[in-house]
């Protein structure tokens, strides 16, 4: 009999959801869109129930693009990847939200981040956290709600209030209840976790006047976390068995288990992991140090930067400006050209993230003539987002004293050849790009099939990996002279200065 493996990617703009086997030949796919709300400038909310509503409908869409009858015993595995700092309250007599969930690029909490920052306190949470004072993070938006929302601090205290990043939300409905959970990856994203102590941190917690009473239990990422239970099109007692935060997970589903080894995740945002191993590399250069997951007793760290705008920039050429009709449309643009006309795009639409954290920048385009085009600025904007990887590695090479011999890429973005290419000549690295670029549902399905003993290791898993031909499709080899990178470095960082 077949054994399934569901994986559920919950994002940013909608929810995915692919049903692996176990020889993770993909089996069916389905995916949802969900409504982006912005109440007021640097403000982004979604609504609890539309993100849950998409994950059942792309999970019906999914198992029945299996095309079979799935039963209980088949399904032997659900895991769960996730928008990370994604902030969510509600009731837990039923479930029901007390807010809107204040989204990971919300910038509402900017001045409290900076309050704290004049109290001296971000050096507290940067040891503690390996994570830096930024409104990216969800300590300061739980915070937030907790003084905004009436009563809610009251009710929380009383032990009446769940807080869960969106996992935790997720493994609540998909349990019925039963379980209010999350994994170390995701806890790491809080501001409230001692990464050191591997708990929640009780002079944190006190700092941003927090109840423990609302946190949820952490777990390592691949064990089994609770049952299905009264989740339309899905069985009962299916166990979720895998959690990761997204990023973490394509870290995972990229098969980086090596000291060393790095991808970059183009999505909505951008973000660069190198896996460090059991050491915690504290930054000195604007990074992040975050937990990758965590196996049984054995915790692997990482080193991440963070940008909050890739992918989404060329969702502004398409909604804002209409200068595309589809995200695919931007390549063939780009290429109309031989270089972008001296145009320089700083992606800082939702401020600027590692290695600046400058939560009050604002996107810049420099250079225009009056012989710019749009397919000028359509390339400026594809070498915007590769300028701001090359930030990224240099100062991620620098903290961790490792030279990067290849980058990993996956997301949506990944796709883009000329965006690739850049990306390899304006690093002088190689890029390697997999078959499977959904690599946080495929690092979900991993840890979820370890989770449920499918496969006993990660050296398991990396075997399936790579007999599923899910390694490496095509590289992109660097060409570029180095007085062009240079140029094209000098021109992005004048252009960030004006940000």
Not at 2 to 20: E, K, M, P
Not at 132 to 143: E, H, N, R
Not at 218 to 236: C, H, K, M, N, Y
Not at 337 to 361: I, K, N, T
Request: proline residues 4%; hydrophobic residues 45%; contains cysteine.
């Amino acid at each position: 009999m077949s054994r399934f493996i569901v994986a559920i990617d919950q994002g940013t703009t909608g929810s995915t959801v692919l049903v692996f086997d176990d020889k993770l030949a993909l089996r069916g796919r389905g995916y949802r869109e969900f409504n982006q709300h912005f109440p007021k400038p640097g403000w982004v909310e979604h609504d609890p129930e539309e993100i849950w509503t998409s994950v059942q409908g792309a999970l019906a869409d999914a198992i029945h693009g299996a095309g079979t009858t799935v039963e209980p015993a088949q399904i032997a595995a659900l895991g769960i990847t996730n928008q990370r700092e994604t902030t969510i309250v509600w009731e837990r007599a039923t479930g029901k939200p007390l807010h809107r969930a204040i989204v990971w690029q919300d910038r509402r909490t900017a001045d409290a981040c900076a309050k704290l920052k004049a109290e001296g306190a971000e050096r507290e949470f940067q040891e503690r956290t390996g994570l830096v004072l930024d409104p990216y993070f969800s300590g300061t938006k739980l915070a937030w709600l907790l003084d905004h929302v009436d009563g809610l601090r009251a009710r929380a205290e009383r032990g009446e209030v769940c807080f869960g990043t969106v996992d935790s939300y997720l493994v609540w409905r998909l349990t019925g209840g039963r379980a209010h959970v999350t994994d170390v990856s995701n806890a790491s994203r809080t501001l409230l976790y001692d990464l050191h102590e591997m708990r929640w941190s009780p002079q944190l917690l006190e700092k941003l006047r927090v109840p423990r009473a609302m946190l949820p239990e952490v777990r390592p990422s691949a064990e089994i976390f609770g049952q299905t239970q009264g989740v339309p099109g899905l069985p009962d007692g299916v166990p979720v068995a895998g959690i990761a935060g997204d990023q973490q997970a394509a870290l995972f589903g990229q098969a980086c288990f090596q000291v060393g080894e790095a991808k970059c995740t183009y999505g909505t945002g951008a973000f660069l992991l190198m896996n460090t191993g059991d050491r915690a590399v504290a930054s000195k250069s604007g990074l992040l140090t975050t937990i990758a997951w965590q196996i049984g007793r054995d915790v692997s760290y990482a080193l991440e930067g963070s940008t909050f705008v890739a992918g989404a920039m060329v969702q502004w050429l398409r909604d804002g400006l209409g200068l595309i009709q589809t995200a695919r449309e931007v390549e063939d643009l780009a290429r109309s050209v031989p270089d972008s006309g001296g145009v320089v795009a700083v992606p800082a639409l939702a401020g600027l993230g590692a290695p600046f954290w400058r939560p009050e920048a604002r996107g810049v385009i420099t250079g225009l003539t009056r012989g710019t085009t749009k397919a000028h600025l359509a390339r400026a904007v594809l070498e915007g987002i590769a300028l701001q990887i090359a930030e990224l590695l240099g100062a991620m090479q620098s903290d961790s004293g490792l030279t990067l011999a290849a980058l990993k890429v996956d997301g949506g973005a990944a796709a883009n050849d000329l965006l690739m290419q850049f990306q390899a000549d304006i690093l002088s690295v190689e890029i390697v790009r997999p078959q499977m670029v959904e690599a946080t549902a495929l690092g979900a399905a991993l840890l979820g099939g370890i989770g449920a003993g499918i496969w006993k290791s990660t050296a398991d898993a990396a075997k399936a990996w790579q007999s599923a031909g899910s390694g490496e499709v095509r590289r992109f080899t660097p060409a570029m002279p180095r007085t062009e990178i240079d140029a094209h470095l000098r021109r992005w960082r004048d252009a960030v200065e004006k940000a």
